[in-house]
Every structure is written in structure tokens, then in C-alpha cells.
Nanobody, 117 residues
Framework: EVQLVESGGGLVQPGGSLRLSCAAS????????MNWVRQAPGKGVEWVSY????????RYADSVKGRFTISRDNAKNTLYLQLNNLKTEDTAMYFC??????????RSQGTQVTVSS
């Protein structure tokens, strides 16, 4: 059974930082490209970032480029997202997801990130 368990969300002030983690099990994590996606209240799911199976290729949405960093540790079956210089518009539920991220069943349960002063 595929399991993706997130941690690291919370409340942070604008300009602050958070690090999200996603522990994976039940599938060949080191052979799987992974994504982070998010959903703000009342909005659809937005793709945030992608990382290839070995971590050599990363991609970012324009809205987070230069502020967020995706990484992975295949020895620990864990995916990370470092969020820096957070803005109020980054407030959302964040999900890690296998490919294809557009399918809800590939996503974690989510962790809330709230950016507010």
C-alpha cells in the first residue's frame, strides 16, 4: 500500500521559512519522480515543484521559483520542500504526490501552511 506522510506545516509570518517533509513507503521511492502541489481555500490544485527519481532534475512553478527548493533523500525514502521568503499567497494545503500528480489518489493527506502576520 502506497503511503505518503507529511510533516512540517504550520503558521509563519511573511518572509519566514518552513521545511516540509514527506515520508514514503509501499512503493519504489528511489525509482519514482515526485511532486509537491498545493491547494488554497476555494481554489484548484496547483502544481508547485517536481524532482526526478535521482534528484538530478528539478522544476518549479513561476510563483515559487527562487524561494522554494525541492530535494529528496532516497536512502530515507523522504521528499522535502524548503519554503523561504514566504508570502501570504503561499497559504494553502500542501501535498506531496507521485506521478501523475493530477490524480488525487497519488497525493498525501496534506499539511497546512499558513502565512500571516
Amino acid at each position: 500500500e502506497v503511503q505518503l506522510v507529511e510533516s512540517g506545516g504550520g503558521l509563519v509570518q511573511p518572509g519566514g521559512s518552513l521545511r516540509l517533509s514527506c515520508a514514503a513507503s509501499g512503493f519504489a521511492f528511489s525509482n519514482s519522480a515526485m511532486n509537491w502541489v498545493r491547494q488554497a481555500p476555494g481554489k484548484g490544485v496547483e502544481w508547485v515543484s517536481y524532482i526526478s527519481s535521482l534528484g538530478f532534475i528539478t522544476r518549479y512553478a513561476d510563483s515559487v521559483k527562487g524561494r522554494f527548493t525541492i530535494s529528496r533523500d532516497n536512502a530515507k525514502n523522504t521528499l522535502y520542500l524548503q519554503l523561504n521568503n514566504l508570502k501570504t499567497e503561499d497559504t494553502a494545503m500542501y501535498f506531496c504526490a507521485k506521478e501523475p500528480w493530477t490524480v488525487a489518489a497519488t497525493r498525501s493527506q496534506g499539511t497546512q501552511v499558513t502565512v500571516s502576520s
